[in-house]
């Protein structure tokens, strides 16, 4: 059972910065990939961001590549997404999730074996 902890979330104006972390344990963090995901309100939740076992392989969703990096510290059993030139509709419920699989992407919800509670991200303008 891998427990996931999303942390660093809050209130920013738009044009400025979050980094989320997500602090993993119960398991092997390093033979775990790991995605972001968000839920706007009204909104289904939807893929930000995904990163390979030994974060040699990254994938972003359109509307945050440029702006968003997704990183790991397998000594940590982290994983953080630094998020950068925020804009209002990045705002949502950040979650973090695990997945076992080996697969070639990182998008699909379905993969994924373990879920964070998430983080309220709220950006102002």
């Known amino acids: 059972q891998v427990q996931l902890a999303e942390s660093g979330g809050g209130l920013v104006q738009a044009g400025g910065s979050l980094r989320l972390s997500c602090a993993a344990s119960?398991?092997?963090?390093?033979?775990?990939?790991m995605g972001w995901f968000r839920q706007a309100p009204g909104k289904g939740r939807e893929f930000v961001a995904g990163i390979s076992r030994r974060g040699g392989a990254t994938r972003y969703a359109d509307s945050v590549k440029g702006r968003f990096t997704i990183s790991r510290d397998n000594a940590k059993n982290t994983v953080y997404l630094q998020m950068n030139s925020l804009k209002p509709e990045d705002t949502a419920v950040y979650y973090c999730a695990s997945t076992s699989a080996f697969v070639s992407g990182f998008a699909e919800e379905f993969i994924y074996d373990y879920w964070g509670q998430g983080t309220q991200v709220t950006v102002s303008s």
């Open positions: 119960g398991g092997t963090f390093s033979s775990y990939a």
